[in-house]
């Protein structure tokens, strides 16, 4: 007999899992936190990854979906130094291995591809107990047959299995859009170009992608103290401009612009890690997918088609070994560990690579490396 399935969390990765779950007529429930799809906005590209997220995509039958939302050109790559000379302007020519999604549409394929009712929405885990049982914010409890976290980096169901927390990683982002840029902001548009842009010096820079809707979406990395976040008020958009013109002083001034002429707010997050190793031992009955189980840095480019990934496997292990739910979940822990400990690893060694005082030469040098490999 299959058991029902539980998921904590409607990511890529819970959704992937139900998707695949639902494909082999196993019936699984999603409690997400969120209010309703709509209650975040959920921007930024993903490149999707023919050997981990594509692969996803095909267990859960929506990979001629997926071709249809890929974004043309977004693999265009240019790398910058800090004086704004170019050192690689690479354009797209439709035949990569990594396309770019946006990952709303990507979100929407899954949330479209699942029976209704599968979602609760509003329904804030606040509490797991070993036997399974969660208890939600508004103090009602369920018990899970099969119990899975897929509830991100801050995950409630982790400590089931786990002790370790995720720390920070050494490194902070700020966030900036900038709206319809060719026409409203032609300076960061060229500068962006039509993909992704690495503009780096050591220890900190510009990573910034072009998105499907015209605008582009620039993550401004720092190498801060933990406690730099909270020492700018970010509400006051001015004064944090200020702060970052100070610490960009001996940057050329296209790169100035990318914060200057900021749409919105600007949104500063810190970048935190679970250990690059973390693993556990066997707990009947429950496991993790996505970033519960592995959040890393952002440097490998591999969060999202890991958790992906994770979901797609553990949802065929379970379809593959009915009645034995440990037998699945001691199979799909097996493959995990040691893959999700080689992109934590990459992204822990990219993070360093990237700001390192060579930087952007580290960075060239490894994708020349890839280039000949
Ligand atoms: C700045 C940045 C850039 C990135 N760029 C890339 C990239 O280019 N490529 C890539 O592959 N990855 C990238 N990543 C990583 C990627 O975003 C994550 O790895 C991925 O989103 C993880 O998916 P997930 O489903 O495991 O978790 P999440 O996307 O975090 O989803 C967890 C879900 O659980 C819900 N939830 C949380 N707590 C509870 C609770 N208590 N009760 C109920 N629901 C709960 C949340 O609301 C959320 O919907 C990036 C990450 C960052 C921070």
Redesign the pocket.
Known sequence: MTTPVTI???????LTLARVLHVHGIPATI????ASPEARTQG????IHDYN?QVALKAAGLFDEFRKIIHPGGEATRILDKHGTVHTDETDEGDGTRPEVDRGQLRQLLLDSLPAGTIRWG????GVRENRELTFADGSTVTAGVLVG???????VRPLLSAAKPAYAGMS?VEVDLLDADTRHPGPARTVGGGMLFALGPGNGFLAHRETDGSLHI?IALTKPADWIDSVDWADTAKAKAVLADEFHDWAPEFHALFAEADRALVA?A?NALPIDHRWARVPGVTL????AH?MS?FA???????MLDGARLGEALAAHPGDVEKALATYEAELFPRSAEAAGEAARNLALCFDENAPHSLLDQFAAYEQA
């Open positions: 904590v969390g409607a990511g890529l990765g819970g409690y997400e936190l969120d930024g590209m993903l490149d997220g329904s804030k885990v606040t897929a509830d991100g980096a801050w995950s409630r982002f993550y997050r970048i997918v996505g970033d519960a959040v952002p480019g591999e969060g999202a088609n890991l958790a």
